[in-house]
């Protein structure tokens, strides 16, 4: 995953040698995969200091999520890979793909809302600014939602959106499976 944010194998095994130490990387990074190695290792271990140092680093308690629900997922893939004995590589791919997919939908997201005034305070607000409404639809292989499937998702909470990156990024991580 990190190679394909552009690091090289060489910068990723120099980051995972010494998460801290590392200049590649800044404080949330580093706050997240010491998290993530923690609960890897020792999920029983990992307390509500943990998760408040991430919160001191800026990070959002959505993103906190996020990172939980990612190192849990790859948790469940490689222990799944161990028991079925399914090359993890497969896995990765499996993986890379939904990645991959996930990322075209955020870029068809934002390009959807490119000409949308923010904030947006409604749902009602957030589907008029799409180009067809509740029927702009954004593709990625067999994966397909329409604005109006991808509103399902929002609570009125989420509102209000400041940018369509938000929207994007807020859809998207409750779509994840």
Do not use: W
């Amino acid at each position: 995953m990190a190679m394909a944010q552009g690091f090289t194998r060489e910068q990723v095994e120099s980051i995972l040698k010494d998460v801290n130490g590392s200049d590649l990387i800044d404080e949330q990074t580093k706050a997240i995969l010491n998290l993530a190695e923690k609960a890897t290792k020792h999920a029983y271990k990992v307390t509500p200091e943990d998760i408040e140092g991430l919160r001191g680093t800026g990070l959002s308690d959505e993103a906190i999520l996020e990172a939980i629900h990612v190192t849990s997922f790859f948790n469940y893939m490689d222990r799944m890979a161990d028991t079925t004995g399914t090359p993890a590589e497969g896995l990765r791919e499996m993986v890379g793909g939904m990645q991959a997919a996930f990322a075209e939908i955020r870029g068809q997201i934002v390009g959807a809302l490119a000409g949308a005034s923010f904030p947006i305070a409604t749902p009602e607000e957030l589907l008029a600014a799409f180009p067809d409404g509740a029927d702009t639809t954004c593709q990625s292989g067999d994966i397909k939602m329409t604005a109006g499937e991808a509103g399902g998702l929002l609570t009125a909470d989420d509102f209000p959106f400041e940018s369509a990156e938000q929207v994007a990024d807020t859809i998207l991580s409750r779509a994840a499976p």
